[in-house]
C-alpha cells in the first residue's frame, strides 16, 4: 500500500523557517518521480517541485530561492525546507508520487505575527 504521510507544518511569524518531511511507504523515493504541491486557501493547487529518480529537482518558476528540497533514501523520506518565511506562503502543503497520483493528506502551513 502506497502511503505519504507529511509532517512538521505549523504556525510560524515572518521571517521564520520550518520543514515538512513526507515520510514514504509502498514505493522508493530513490527510484520515483515525486514533488510538493501546494494550495492557498480559496485557491487551486500549484506544484511547487519536482525531485525525479536521479535526484534531479525542477522548482516552478514562482518558487524563490528561500525554499529547497532534498530526501533522504535511506528513510524513504523528502523534505522541503522553508526559510524567511512570508505570509503569502500560508497554505496546505502535500507531497505527491508523480506517477500512481498518490497523495498525501497535506500538511498546514501558517504564517502570521
Known amino acids: 500500500e502506497v502511503q505519504l504521510v507529511e509532517s512538521g507544518g505549523d504556525l510560524v511569524q515572518p521571517g521564520g523557517s520550518l520543514r515538512l518531511s513526507c515520510a514514504v511507504s509502498?514505493?522508493?523515493?530513490?527510484?520515483?518521480?515525486v514533488g510538493w504541491v501546494r494550495q492557498a486557501l480559496g485557491k487551486g493547487l500549484e506544484w511547487v517541485s519536482r525531485?525525479?529518480?536521479?535526484?534531479?529537482?525542477k522548482y516552478e518558476a514562482f518558487v524563490e530561492g528561500r525554499f529547497t528540497v532534498s530526501r533522504d533514501n535511506a528513510k524513504n523520506t523528502l523534505y522541503r525546507q522553508m526559510n524567511s518565511l512570508k505570509a503569502g506562503n500560508t497554505a496546505v502543503y502535500y507531497c505527491?508520487?508523480?506517477?500512481?497520483?498518490?497523495w498525501g493528506q497535506g500538511t498546514q502551513v501558517t504564517v502570521s505575527s
Open positions: 509502498g514505493f522508493t523515493v530513490s527510484s520515483s518521480a
Open positions: 505527491a508520487q508523480i506517477e500512481g497520483g498518490y
Open positions: 525531485m525525479n529518480g536521479g535526484g534531479s529537482i
